[in-house]
Structures are given as C-alpha cells and as structure tokens.
C-alpha cells in the first residue's frame, strides 16, 4: 500500500496562474482533507471530504476549490494564485476502521512569485 | 471553537533524558487525540492515537495519557536519543456538530535531543 499520496511535491507559480494539486489514497477510507501549513500558524483546515460526493469548506477556504473525483481522490484547485498562498499543502485521509486514524501525504510545497 | 495548545514551544535535552510534552484543548467533546512526528520538510507521521473513552496509549518508548474532562495530554518519551529529533504535534478530533470528524491541530513542540 502507499498510502497517502500526492502530486507535485514542489511547484512554482507566477501570481494569477492556476493549478491543481492531486492527492489519492489506497486504503479506502472515506474522509478526505486538505490543510495548509504556515510557520507560526500550524496545520489548518482547507477543505474536507466526510464522503464521497460531498465536500465542506474548513477554516480557511478561500482562493481555493476542491473536487472529491471518486472515493480514491481528492484534489485541490488555486484558480488564480495569490502570494499568500505560498505553503506546504497536505491531504489527509481518515477511514471508518482503525479508531478513524488519520493519515497523511507527503505535502506538496507551493510558491507563489 | 476549538483551541489546541502545546507546551513547551522549544525543548533541548541531553541524550538519555525523560521527557514530558504536553497538550491542552478547550472543548472536551472530542472523539480522540492523535500525536504527530513531523521532520524537517517532511509530512507527518502518526505516533499514537487515544480514543476519548481511553486513558492511555504505549508505544515502545512513547506513552500518552489523556484526560478528556480536564482537556489535556501528555507525550511521555523514555530516554530520548538523538533520533527522537523533531516536531510533535497534537491534535484533536471533534464529536458533533460543526467539528465532526475534523483535527484541529496545536502548533507542535520542537524537540532537540542533542548527543
């Protein structure tokens, strides 16, 4: 199994270009998530899938849009990329079994020019 | 909403030590806590999960307690080597509501163990 996995794991963007970050989980959990992660603000909440078909706004949802593509994927999408969306990005995963652990990607480090 | 906070922010110890971390949450209605290891420019890797109706968890040379009603855990490390290097991070799950099934995250505890 690998687990939690994503795509780029680095990226550079020029101010108002898009880009779509991937993520895809093996172990057929339902619950998906997207956070961010900022020195001296720790790990927050983008957005989350509870299941597939459905997706919530998290704490700090804009600038962003997400698509739960099947219980396997979930990607996160920067329409018009902004410097303050410069940081590391991780997806998550959370299934039913197992006390509802929660795993994690990789991360993928974002900067915006 | 929920808060979650670590303590220390920094902590640098010999080789061999004991050491205690420590994490608090405002809201009690939590469903479990996990605890994170997080190295430079890596993901995070999950250590040890407690369900809320749980008072502890072992892992080899880790032990965290919980006590739901108070709002506060520890991460107990049993002498540290310089391998235990790096960032822990606490983080809670909700029960209801809003806060269903989401971590809420403390900003970690930098460990240094230095040889």
């Known amino acids: 199994n690998a687990g939690v996995t994503q795509t780029p794991k680095f990226q550079v963007l020029k101010t108002g270009q898009s880009m779509t970050l991937q993520c895809a989980q093996d172990m057929n959990h339902n619950s998906m998530y997207w956070y961010r992660q900022d020195p001296g603000m720790g790990l927050r909440l983008i957005y989350y899938s509870a299941s597939e078909g459905t997706t919530d706004k998290g704490e700090v949802p804009n600038g962003y849009n997400v698509s739960r593509l099947n219980k396997r994927e979930f990607s996160l999408r920067l329409e018009s990329a902004a410097p303050s969306q410069t940081s590391v990005y991780f997806c998550?995963?959370?299934?039913?079994?197992?006390?509802?652990?929660?795993?994690f990607g990789p991360g993928t480090r974002l900067t915006v020019l | 909403k929920q808060e979650v906070t670590q303590i220390p922010a920094a902590l640098s110890v010999p080789e061999g030590e004991n050491l205690v971390l420590n994490c608090s949450f405002t809201?009690?209605?939590?469903?479990?806590l996990q605890w994170f290891r997080q190295d430079p420019g890596k993901g995070l890797t999950s250590l040890l999960l407690i369900q809320s109706s749980q008072r502890e968890q072992t892992s080899g040379r880790l032990n965290a307690s919980l006590d739901k009603s108070s709002g506060r855990s520890t991460l107990y490390i049993a002498a540290s080597q310089p391998g235990d290097s790096a960032t822990y991070l606490c983080?809670?799950?909700?029960?209801?509501?809003?806060?269903?099934?989401?971590?809420?995250f403390g900003r970690g505890t930098q460990l240094t163990v230095w040889p």
């Open positions: 998550a995963s959370t299934g039913l079994a197992g006390g509802n652990e929660q795993f």
């Open positions: 983080a809670v799950r909700g029960d209801r509501g809003s806060t269903l099934g989401r971590l809420y």
């Open positions: 809201d009690s209605a939590i469903y479990n």
